[in-house]
């Protein structure tokens, strides 16, 4: 019987870092569960942009070898926000990342060998 079965590989997309939409699930050791904060880096003139639960935010970014990441001009609407720590944990580390790393359909923005700062999942 074993002729008459064939294994295929499924095509499935290759994620990548750029022009996929990251879901935070995790800042500063602590899950989030029911967050709708993201970030995404566009192709497109290096911009990174996103929402940290409570503004939206927009910027530039720079890779550098060895997994190294530098953010620039940040920018951020000024919505009142009741009492969220997420969005202030979360351009925090926006500010102090400096490399980054994926694996599958996980992010991970890190300073320099610290435990990771932010984690976030693929949505798109």
Known sequence: LANLYVLNKMNTPEITLK???????????????????????????NRVFGYNSC??????????????????KMAMTMRACMDDNVETQFMDVLQNIDNYSFHGNTLTLNKARMAPLAVFEAVE
């Open 19 to 45: 022009d996929t939409k990251w879901k935070l699930v995790e800042i500063m050791g602590r899950k989030q569960t029911n967050s709708e904060a993201f970030i995404s880096f566009a192709t497109e003139d």
């Open 55 to 72: 503004n939206n935010f927009n910027g530039s970014y720079e890779l550098k070898d060895g997994n190294r990441i530098t953010l620039s």
